[in-house]
Each structure stands twice: as C-alpha cells, then as structure tokens.
C-alpha cells in the first residue's frame, strides 16, 4: 500500500491505476516513476489506463428482474454482467499470476485495463481473488526479501533484515515464533549447510515413514520381540519368526 499510495500521490494518479501499473511493471517503484515522469499521458495509454471521455463509463447498473449488474471498466463503455466478468476473471487471474500481464477488458481488441475500480463494482468472491492476485504479485516480485512462514497454519510473511554469511545460512524468526532457514525453509540449522541439513531431514523422514510402515505392517514376536511381517490375512493365527516361534 505504500507503494501505490506513493506512486499515486506524486504522479496524480488513482490508487487503482497505480496497482496496475506496478503489477505490471514488477513492483519496481523506480521504473514507474521514471515512464511516469518521461511521458504519463503515452505511457497510461501503453496500459489501457487512458480515460475515456464518457458519462456512461465506469458505471454499474442494476438490470430489472434477475438482480445482476452491467459494468464496465473506467476506460471504455463495453458493459458486461457481474456473472460474465466473474467467469472470464477467474480464468484470467489464473493465467496472469505469474506472467505480470495486462488483464483487459471483456470485450475482444479493447486494450482498457481491468483494475480495482472495476473489481469493486462485482461480487465479494471476485474482490478477494483480485486481492490475492495483488499480494501474491507483490511477493513473487519481492521473493529476495520476502517469503511466507513455513509453519504451519501461520499467515505471516518475513521480511529479511540481514545479509547473508559466507555459507548462506541465515536463521530468521517469524511472528508467531517458529525459526527456520531463509535460503531452504527447513528449521534453523546454523551453522549446519543446508545441504547437510536436508540429507538429515531425508533420513529421518525416511526413518519415520520406515517406523509407520512397521506399525502398521508387521507385529512383535511375542518371544524375541521382532517385527514380523503380516501374510496379509487379517484373520492369521500363525506366523512363522526367525526364532522359530509361530503362535501369535
């Protein structure tokens, strides 16, 4: 928010043009503010973000007898109902989030931008998609610095406040209290690499998928005490064990 609040307040743009064009441009404040300040007017049509002289536009009217709505973006006057923007956003929401292309307009060659002013005019399941397009935009362009917390059911993001050691083993503490590697993401493990650290994790989950198998594969020789391997017979009385004992 910042940013686009940035961007919108010295160039005099809406905030919705503003996310715009930093999603399109990476989230690299510097380059908006250099094509900003070069030429505003081209570069804002480049985008799709050029306003149309137009009463009609940027509106949303209420159709009679089924409740849905006609809108349209800012930039031209195709009008299409909430349930046809929803479909086509959700497919091109998809398709853009990791290509920092240009959402457009429903209509087929119209090159008007599709932004959150157009989004705040459709339905709640539509705004909170377009909302975690922005952040999940934000963070791919961001990923250096900053990631998602690993743990568990946590909804924190970290931000790296330190440069890297010679190994680049970097232990970063979340919010919620979980420590774990930057460069790998498996708990802390300094000064231990993250090579080492990840050979060690294989084996025990290996270890543990080996005891899992175990438990639920086999039982204990009531004699010697070592695990035997069901016949796969639930019903099986007899087993034979390498100490020659066979009633189970």
């Known amino acids: 928010m910042k940013e686009i609040e940035q961007i919108s307040e010295v160039f005099l743009v809406s905030k919705s043009d503003a996310t715009v064009i930093l999603i ?6 510097f380059k908006a503010s250099d094509l900003l300040g070069d030429n505003k007017e ?30 349209s ?43 959150p002013d157009t989004i705040e005019q459709l339905t709640e399941p539509v705004k909170e998609m377009y909302e975690n397009y922005i952040l999940e935009s934000f963070m791919e362009c961001h990923k250096a610095t900053i990631k998602w917390c690993p743990a568990s059911g946590c909804e924190y993001a970290v931000e790296l406040q330190e440069d890297g050691n010679e190994d680049n083993v970097i232990s970063v503490v979340c919010l919620c209290g979980h420590t774990f ?68």
Do not use: M
Request: charged letters at 20%; proline letters at 3%.
């Open 42 to 71: 081209k570069f804002l049509a480049k985008l799709g973000l050029a306003r149309v002289l137009n009463s009609n536009s940027s509106s949303a009217d209420r159709e009679t007898g089924d409740g849905d709505y006609l809108v």
């Open 73 to 115: 973006t800012p930039f031209c006057s195709h009008k299409f109902s909430t349930t046809c923007w929803s479909e086509y956003l959700s497919d091109a929401l998809k398709k853009n989030k990791e290509q920092r292309g240009l959402i457009s307009c429903l209509s087929q060659d119209c090159v008007a931008s599709v932004g």
């Open 181 to 248: 590697c930057w460069t790998c993401g498996l708990e802390s493990h300094r000064p231990v690499s993250c090579k080492k650290a990840s050979i060690w994790w294989t084996y025990l989950l290996d270890q543990s998928r080996s005891i899992s198998w175990i438990h639920t594969n086999t039982k204990s020789c009531p004699k010697c005490k070592i695990p035997v391997q069901q016949n796969g017979d639930p019903n099986y009385r007899l087993i034979n064990c390498i100490c020659r004992f066979v009633s189970f």
């Open 24 to 29: 399109r441009l990476g989230w690299n404040s």
